[in-house]
C-alpha cells in the first residue's frame, strides 16, 4: 500500500505549534482551536495511512506540550506501551523519551553537532545497500 512518509507527520506537527501559538498569543487563554486542529489532524493521518498513522503526530504535540512537565510523561508512555501491542513499531518511541528528558531547549543540548545530519542519510544509505545485497541472492 501506498503510505506518506514521516515528514508529513512532521509538516501536520509543526502546523499545529503555529497554531497554538497563535492562539496562545491573541487570546493568552485556552482555546478551541488547536485541540480541534490536533483531533481532525489526527483522524487525517489515519485516514491517509501516514507513517505512525496519527500516533507520531500525537506524541510530537505531547512532548511539545508537557516538555517541562515530566510526571505527565508517565500516562504517555503507558499509552505508548500498550498501542505497541497493536502497532510493533510504536514501542520504539519509547527509547526516544530519555532524549526528550535532555534537551534543555538550546542549540545542540546533547553536545553532538553535526553527527545526526550524516547519520541519517548515511543509515538510509547503508539500509539501502544492505536491501540490494539481500534481494541480488
Not at 506518506?4 to 497554538?20: G, H, R, S
Amino acid at each position: 500500500t501506498l503510505t506518506l512518509n514521516v515528514v508529513w507527520t512532521y509538516i501536520a506537527a509543526a502546523c499545529f505549534v503555529l497554531i497554538y501559538k497563535w492562539a496562545k498569543q491573541k487570546w493568552n487563554v485556552r482555546c478551541i482551536i488547536p485541540p480541534a486542529y490536533c483531533v481532525l489532524m489526527s483522524i487525517v493521518l489515519l485516514i491517509i495511512n501516514a507513517d505512525y498513522l496519527c500516533f507520531g503526530f500525537l506524541f510530537i504535540i505531547f512532548a511539545y506540550l508537557m516538555h517541562n512537565h515530566w510526571i505527565k510523561w508517565i500516562p504517555m508512555c503507558l499509552c505508548l506501551l500498550f498501542v505497541s501491542f497493536f502497532y510493533d513499531y510504536q514501542f520504539w518511541g519509547l527509547l526516544t523519551i530519555p532524549l526528550l528528558w535532555l534537551y534543555n531547549q538550546k542549540a545542540d543540548a546533547l553536545k553532538i553537532g553535526r553527527i545526526l545530519y550524516y547519520f541519517y542519510p548515511l543509515h538510509l544509505l547503508l539500509i539501502g545497500v544492505i536491501q540490494y545485497v539481500v534481494n541480488l541472492w
